[in-house]
């Protein structure tokens, strides 16, 4: 099974800029190169900050341009995201009994749990509160001995950078608890504005960049707190023996400096 993860639009209304760049045009950017050269993939998962300033127009817009979109596309929440205004938007979002904008989807015998780990304003930091975790303790009950992979927004583990470390989900023991026993395959989230990858307490994790502005890995080698980097998609195969997370730097790809039939032929 292949599948696509997206994560960080940071939408502002369309046309406006946020640090420079076109949130929305590297947007639909992802989505017509996804369309291009992934048309069989069996979804994708936009991993939260779906905007800005969850802004109601902004999820209007995101909406109007989903809705011909021909691949599933599951959305999520980020600490930027508004929760009102996004089911203001989405009225028919799937959500659990509390109302909180996480759910459950199952695809080739294997179990998808995109969570809401949305704390709310003044914090940028995570949180996955009694509610929410009853919630992920039933799914993962039903999801019984089958592979488990998980979306969230934040993180659960400190990924070793200054800034990113302070706004990390809050009670990450407590929320590792409830995944002893369960056969979680692959934690995927988003947040950190960098491609990350890797393995906590036996647990194999990924992150995509942003599409718009970055994180520099060593806070102070720009000279301004986010960077100008690649955006990326993550490109998923998903099988019962492997989990394999490609990044693609869609808007950085161009032909090499060669001739177009060097280097051809001799593969082996
Ligand atoms: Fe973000």
New binding site residues.
């Given amino acids: 099974m292949k599948f696509i993860h997206v994560?960080?639009l940071?939408l502002v209304p369309k046309g406006d800029k946020l640090w420079g760049l076109d949130p929305f045009a590297r947007f639909e950017a992802c989505l017509d190169d996804i369309v291009k050269f992934h048309g069989d993939a069996a979804f994708v998962v936009v991993s939260?900050?779906l905007t800005e300033k969850g802004e109601v127009l902004a999820y209007r817009q995101l909406g109007a341009r989903l809705a011909d979109f021909p691949i599933e596309t599951h959305l999520m929440l980020?600490?930027?995201d508004d929760r009102g205004h996004f089911l203001s938007a989405f009225p028919n979002a799937p959500r659990d009994e509390a109302s909180f904008v996480q759910h459950a989807f199952v695809r080739d015998d294997a179990v998808f749990l995109l969570l809401d780990t949305l704390k709310g304003p003044p914090s940028s930091a995570g949180l996955y509160c009694p509610q929410r975790k009853a919630w992920l303790k039933a799914e993962l009950a039903k999801a019984g001995k089958r592979p488990v992979y998980l979306f969230m927004?934040h993180p659960p583990f400190s990924i070793a950078h200054d800034l990113m470390d302070l706004i990390m989900l809050d009670d990450a023991d407590e929320f590792l608890d409830l995944l002893h026993g369960h056969a979680i395959r692959h934690i995927f989230f988003?947040?950190?504005?960098r491609p990350i990858s890797g393995q906590f307490r036996g647990l194999s994790f990924s992150a995509p960049p942003?599409l718009v502005h970055q994180l520099p890995l060593v806070s102070g080698s720009v000279a301004t707190v986010y960077s100008d980097e690649p955006a990326m998609y993550a490109v998923v195969h998903a099988t019962p023996d492997k989990v394999l997370v490609h990044m693609d730097a869609y808007l950085n790809r161009a032909p090499a400096d060669m001739d177009p039939e060097a280097e051809r032929g001799d593969w082996y």
């Fill in positions: 994560s960080d940071h939260g900050d980020g600490n930027h927004h988003g947040h950190a504005h942003s």
